[in-house]
């Protein structure tokens, strides 16, 4: 229906008016808004060891479901409590093997993909790899800054190393890789910690069955190791190292 601002009565000109540009300003904000804006999740071109988790209706309802666990008061205070030594310890433990298998070295720059409260970072720092850095959803400073490890923060080729524990979170993992290999200087290590003998927790958003889907999806890059582990559940290390050219 159109209004003829002509025929109406002048006391009402100025609110017809007021309200058009009301409804203009937000419509002019609900597209300045950001939103999180990946695809949903397809499992037509996934390796058949790879299969994503249904049951989010968008990516936002996914990061929702994350920070569930990632928010969660009782975690969090157990996480920087009565675990934290344990785990510092253990990380520790793995870092100082990643060195000795030339991997690692003081001299390396490197992140941790979802690395929560930051025990990875502290077990990098403790063995000597004091450039190192953390990101998660929620920042837990200074160890973890905020990131989506879907879209990392960062400039290409800026880590020597990424350490991750967190790929069956990825409700995107080509996304999830891609970010890896985009950030990692070119002969860049990458070290995941996966399960391939059970399934993980209620917050996966994915579940691996083998090791097989890890090789197609990174593209830019050649495996280098695979061996067994007991970490925190994970079973398997897998180690890539980012092709020079």
């Not at 409804?23 to 996934?46: E, G, I, M, V, Y």
């Not at 992140?111 to 850095?133: I, M, P, Y």
Request: charged letters at 25%; one cysteine or more; proline letters at 6%.
């Amino acid at each position: 229906m159109k209004i003829n601002l002509q025929k109406l009565p002048l006391a009402i000109k100025p609110f017809i008016l007021s309200l058009f540009l009301s409804l203009s300003f937000l419509a002019f904000l609900s597209l300045q808004t950001p939103r999180h804006s990946l695809q949903k999740p397809t499992t037509a071109n996934l390796p058949p060891d790879l299969r994503i988790r249904p049951g989010y209706s968008s990516y936002d309802a996914y990061i929702e479901r994350q920070l569930n666990k990632t928010l969660n008061p009782k975690l969090r205070q157990i996480w920087t409590t009565r675990d934290w030594d344990r785990k510092v310890r253990v990380f520790s433990e793995f870092f100082e093997n990643l060195k000795l298998r030339g991997f690692l070295s003081n001299n390396s720059k490197a992140l941790c993909v979802g690395a929560r409260v930051g025990q990875e970072v502290a077990a990098l720092k403790r063995v000597g790899v004091n450039d190192s850095v953390g990101i998660d959803l929620v920042p837990y400073h200074p160890l973890v800054i905020k990131g989506d490890f879907h879209h990392q923060p960062f400039d290409d080729g800026t880590f020597d190393l990424e350490f991750s524990n967190v790929f069956d979170h990825a409700l995107y993992p080509w996304k999830f890789v891609g970010e890896i290999e985009r950030t990692l200087k070119p002969g860049g290590i990458c070290v995941l910690h996966v399960a391939l003998s059970r399934r993980a927790d209620k917050y996966s958003a994915n579940d691996l069955y083998s090791v097989e889907p890890l090789k197609e999806l990174y593209k830019r890059s050649e495996l280098v190791e695979v061996r067994r582990i007991d970490g925190f559940g994970l079973d398997t290390e897998v180690v890539f190292r980012k092709k020079k050219k």
